[in-house]
């Protein structure tokens, strides 16, 4: 049974989504606060927690930081982000602060719940494509592993970014569309909000390139998309 963290100030809204999880078989703990949420993490309870769904708007830590605070603890726990509009600010600052994927309230039941579902599967290990890839400059992607070191140094990557690097890695000089990468990697069969994509790109970047304005590794192609240089 999957174990959801439920983060959300209001006590309705977040009462009915504690329901309608229980209710597709999730076991869910909740906080009201993010210091209750980061409490529970870092309590014996925490190890238990396989996501997080994170509302922004919280009294005291807003979801933003919690956000921060979250990654800064763990790479692996996926982080769905609540916004009560669709205000692109806050959605590109979510996402720049490391959350996985964003639904903009009031959001319905089927769509909560494929979001969750798809996140817990990009979380989960996947099969091996190849052995471990080097470049010279020192990027090794061991595929079989699902490990990324940079010089020797291990990069910890949040399952949302890993599967990306290894779905435009797989077929180096390929582009690929924002489209075609939401589908691959996010799981997002409806019209998905490209966003996502780019700041899960600059993420990467950030973390694998010496120079993320003049990316070796995830390139951009204007006007169509992402393609991974060749190692």
């Known amino acids: 049974m999957p174990h959801v963290l439920l983060i959300e100030d209001d006590a309705s809204v977040r009462d009915g989504m504690e329901l309608v999880l229980r209710r597709h078989g999730y076991d869910v703990d909740t906080a009201a606060t993010g210091e209750q949420a980061l409490?529970?993490?870092d309590g014996p309870g925490g190890a238990r927690v396989e996501l997080a769904v994170l509302d922004l708007m919280l009294p005291g830590i807003d979801g933003f930081e919690v956000c921060r605070r979250i990654r800064a603890r763990t790479a692996t726990l996926p982080v769905i982000m609540l916004t009560a509009?669709?205000?692109?600010?806050d959605i590109v600052t979510g996402l720049e602060a490391g959350a996985d994927d964003y639904v903009v309230k009031p959001v319905t039941a089927p769509v909560l719940e494929a979001r969750i579902r798809a996140a817990l599967r990009r979380a989960e290990p996947s099969g091996p494509v190849r052995g471990a890839e080097q470049d010279p400059a020192g990027l090794v992607i061991d595929r079989a592993g699902l490990t990324v070191t940079k010089r020797?140094?291990?990069?910890?990557l949040p399952p949302t970014e890993l599967r990306l690097l290894l779905e435009l890695s797989a077929s180096p000089g390929r582009v690929f569309s924002r489209e075609q990468l939401l589908a691959s990697v996010w799981d997002h069969t409806f019209l998905g909000d490209s966003r996502i994509v780019d700041a899960a790109v600059g993420r990467l970047r950030a973390k694998l390139e010496d120079v993320p304005a003049k990316p070796r590794y995830v390139q951009t192609v204007r006007g169509f998309g992402y393609r991974f240089g060749p190692l």
């Open 85 to 89: 509009r669709g205000d692109d600010r």
């Open 152 to 156: 020797g140094v291990q990069v910890a």
């Open 39 to 41: 409490a529970l993490l």
